[in-house]
């Protein structure tokens, strides 16, 4: 069993590539400085590392790396720096999904590939009904215009939701929405919700980065976690 992780030299990615390899899969990923991996990771024989900057692969070799890939999963953020936040690519997030599942459909597997996406609690799911008052609202529109990752997370998710939708037959998809990250060294109890019980704004949850990884896992490799939430975008915190 093959998987595909983008966004792996992050914080959370690598948790995501450990947990994965943990469970003996097969896993690539595409970073840009591959010496950014954990050396226990980067030299696992189950590793497979492209170095490269994701939006500069041509189609075909995008083809090329989810071709037998039963799963995708994007961790891809944007670096929290001047230059992270406000220069190109303004659109990482939502030009990966994209690209990404555009070749998953043209390779044509016998089944549908899941792509899980890494998402964020501050997004409404646009197909509920999620209450939002009026405060959060101006907020997240002031965001929306101002901070371009607010409206690359935005529009990653409201891709998989519109264009990919639930009856696709190349792709089955997940966001997840974690809270405010954490950091932790181990897997702890969470609680996963179709929707937020709390103010991402206002009153915010924590989501450790592990706990994250580890759920994203599940939805790659575990059948009776994939059939709960595919198509949905589950929000995910630690379990007080």
Known sequence: MSVLVVGAS?????????????????????????????????NHRHLSVTQASILDLSDAEMAQHVNRCTAVASCLGHIITLKGIFGPPRR?????TRRLCEAVAANGADGPTRFVLMNTAGNRNRDLDEPVSFGQKCVMGMLRLLLPPQADNEKAADYLRTSIGRGNGAIEWV?????????????????????PMRSALFNPGATSRINVAYFMAELMTNDETWHRWKGQMPVIYNKA
């Open 10 to 42: 992050g914080a959370t990615g690598r948790l995501l590539v450990r947990e994965l390899l943990g469970r003996e899969l097969d896993v690539r990923v595409i970073v840009r400085t591959p010496d950014s991996l954990p050396e226990d990771v980067r």
């Open 92 to 96: 990482l997030v939502t030009d990966a």
């Open 175 to 195: 966001a997840v929405r974690p809270d405010t990250l954490t950091n932790a060294d181990s897997v702890t109890p969470y609680d996963v919700y179709p929707s």
